[in-house]
């Protein structure tokens, strides 16, 4: 037996083939390894682990045995269960831009057996999480995406057609001019749980959008692989990334298992 394991800042992934050879999936809080560790007892004593993820090395204080560890770089996992993850779903591109949203959000290139971390930002899906908390008290992940997908963004944001006032725009009037812009100017109009929740959302993808598109224009690249727990069951945010992709000419690709391929990549490291 063999398990795949990236602990990251806010969940920890596992993945593992089971007894038909399926792969599966399964994740934890970060905040608890013991249940982690309580978890991997149950394999056999000889079980191989495949680890990754910021917090590896505290699970590791967590681990009973120490003998079948394979440690991997977390950049090296994400991109080898990338890699699997496209052609199981038979989709084959020479190079891509990866965006990893996880409780931060690191961007990568990818082409060949060439990678490198190109970018970054601190917004994330702890932004989501944290924002949405702040702002209305739910933080609860599935709360969050279940409200926001009720909401509407047009009293919070400000759009650049919101500026020009219905005269001819300079760019593109659909864009965002500032997010939370209009909440800015009539501070005092009540706003819905569910509308916050919609611009937080449309803020963290936008920015993290936005940045990735910058990345994919600097390396001349088409696709954009956005992968990360922060997009798992989050059909909002999946469209707001999308849209601003394709507005900007590029092809937003999503995964199916989309925060596990750090965890697909410890496994098949081993
Ligand atoms: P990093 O890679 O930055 O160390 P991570 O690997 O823990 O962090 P992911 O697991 O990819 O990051 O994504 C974490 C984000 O996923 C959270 O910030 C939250 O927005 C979202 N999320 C999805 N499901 C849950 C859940 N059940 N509980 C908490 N957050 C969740
Ligand atoms: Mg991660």
């Known amino acids: 037996h063999a398990i795949g394991i990236d602990v990251g800042g806010t969940l920890t992934k596992v993945a593992f083939f089971d007894d038909n050879q399926k792969l ?6 970060s905040d608890d390894l013991q249940r982690v560790s309580d978890w991997i007892a149950l394999f056999d004593d000889d079980v191989k682990i495949g680890l990754t993820g910021g917090r590896a090395e505290q699970l590791k204080t ?4 120490h003998d079948n560890l394979h440690y991997l770089v977390e950049f090296d996992a ?14 084959n591109f020479p190079d891509a831009v990866i965006t990893n949203i996880g409780t931060g959000t690191s961007i990568h290139y990818h082409r060949g057996d060439e990678h490198k971390r190109i970018s970054g ?19 609860q992940f599935d709360e969050i995406v279940q409200l926001s997908a009720r909401g509407s963004r047009s009293e919070v944001d ?3 057609s919101d500026i020009y006032f ?7 009037g659909g864009l965002t001019a500032s997010n939370f812009g209009a909440a800015g100017l009539t501070p005092l109009m009540e706003r819905s749980k569910e509308d916050i929740l ?38 909002p945010l999946q469209n707001i990334i999308g849209n601003y992709t394709k ?12 925060g596990y391929s750090g965890a697909i990549g410890a496994l098949l490291s081993i």
């Open 24 to 29: 599966t999936f399964l994740y934890f809080l």
């Open 62 to 65: 967590f681990l009973r045995c």
């Open 78 to 91: 994400t991109v080898a269960g990338v890699n699997y993850q496209l052609q199981k779903d038979g989709k």
């Open 121 to 139: 930002t601190g917004i994330g899906g702890g932004t989501l999480l944290g924002m949405s908390a702040l702002m209305t008290g739910i933080h």
């Open 158 to 160: 400000m759009l650049v």
């Open 166 to 172: 219905g005269n001819k725009t300079p760019i593109d």
């Open 198 to 235: 919609a611009t937080v959302q449309g803020l963290v993808g936008e920015v993290i959008s936005t940045l990735s598109i910058q990345c994919a224009f600097a390396e001349d690249v088409e696709h954009i692989v956005y992968i990360g727990s922060t997009l798992s069951g989050n059909i």
């Open 247 to 258: 507005r900007k000419n590029r092809t937003p690709i999503f995964l199916r298992d989309n």
